[in-house]
């Protein structure tokens, strides 16, 4: 697996697995197979309601920890500096370790400069080996990584072909911020599997629109963590060191950004509600 190297010098895989909307019952399973498939990297969350099932799989693979890069997230209702170092103790125990490789605010609502001098605190203690933020916007994480301690290392934003995220990846970069796609495939919006230029590029090189996708992403330096239940295609999304896009195929691919997001935007005051109503 090709590695990145964060702003603190740690390293971090260029893919991982996600496991959002995995049920908790089915977790354990899934990152068992994903291990065996080759994953070291898992990006789980506390809204996401399965660490337990993570911190099963890392445990019973018999593989040592620190071959494993775990990463999750305080979730809104958790927010405040008292309230997100419980939040942290209690993932800690239900990933069942003695540290995270890297922990994020999952939305920048609530108290968050709280949340991150908690995050901060522990970071320092080494038990957080590095520390980001998601979900957010480009304004939002100018000013936010103006006024803390400790910078930012990862941005895990919402980044596909049909939004590629360049202004935000431009200013990330400025400020040594590592961008992680979610939705590396858009959870399969606008036909995502069936995209013709996807397809055409990826049968090229006899690679899925998946792995065409993927590889896009991770040529412009970003991290990718793709999710599946299937084993076969955990297999199909982790293989996709054996090729390179040409300048061309790069090219082609940039136009299918319509920098609009597939999801939901934070200047919609009815998904604010939505969000901040979501309880784990
Ligand atoms: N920070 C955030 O706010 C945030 C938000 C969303 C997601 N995330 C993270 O990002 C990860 C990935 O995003 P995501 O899960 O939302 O969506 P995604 O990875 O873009 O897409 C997952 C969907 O694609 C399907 N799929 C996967 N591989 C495929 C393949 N090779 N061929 C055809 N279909 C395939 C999956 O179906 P099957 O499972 O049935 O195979 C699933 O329906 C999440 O799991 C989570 O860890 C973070």
Request: charged share 25%; hydrophobic share 35%.
């Amino acid at each position: 697996m090709e590695n990145i190297v964060l702003s603190n010098g740690v390293k971090m895989p260029v893919l991982g697995y996600g496991v959002y909307q995995v049920e908790p019952d089915e977790c354990e399973r899934c990152v068992s197979d994903a291990v065996e498939a080759g994953y070291r990297l898992i990006d789980t969350a506390q809204a996401y309601c399965n660490e337990e099932g993570v911190g099963n799989a890392v445990k019973k693979s018999g593989i040592k920890r620190d071959e494993f890069f775990i990463v999750t997230k305080v979730w809104i209702s958790n927010a405040g500096y008292e309230n997100a170092k419980k939040s942290i103790e209690t993932s800690l125990s239900k990933l069942q370790t003695d540290y995270i490789d890297l922990l994020l605010i999952h939305q920048p609502f609530n108290d968050y400069y709280g949340t991150y001098r908690a995050m901060e605190e522990f970071y320092e203690k080494g038990l957080l080996k590095s520390i980001g933020v998601s979900n957010f916007y480009p304004d939002r994480f100018m000013d936010f990584s103006n006024f803390v301690k400790v910078k930012p290392m990862v941005n895990q934003m919402e980044t596909h072909i049909f939004n590629q995220q360049k202004k935000l990846h431009e200013i990330l970069k400025e400020n040594k911020c590592q961008l992680m796609s979610w939705g590396p495939f858009a959870e399969g919006r606008n036909d995502f599997f069936n995209n013709t230029v996807l397809k055409s590029i990826g049968s090229k090189y006899g690679k899925t629109s998946a792995q065409t996708a993927l590889r896009y992403l991770i040529q412009k330096n970003i991290v990718v963590i793709p999710k599946s239940t299937h084993k076969e295609r955990m297999i199909e999304n982790i293989n996709v060191f054996d090729f390179s896009l040409s300048n061309d195929d790069m090219a082609a691919l940039e136009k299918l950004d319509t920098e609009n997001s597939l999801f939901f935007s934070h200047y919609d005051p009815d998904f604010v509600k939505f969000i901040l109503n979501y309880k784990i």
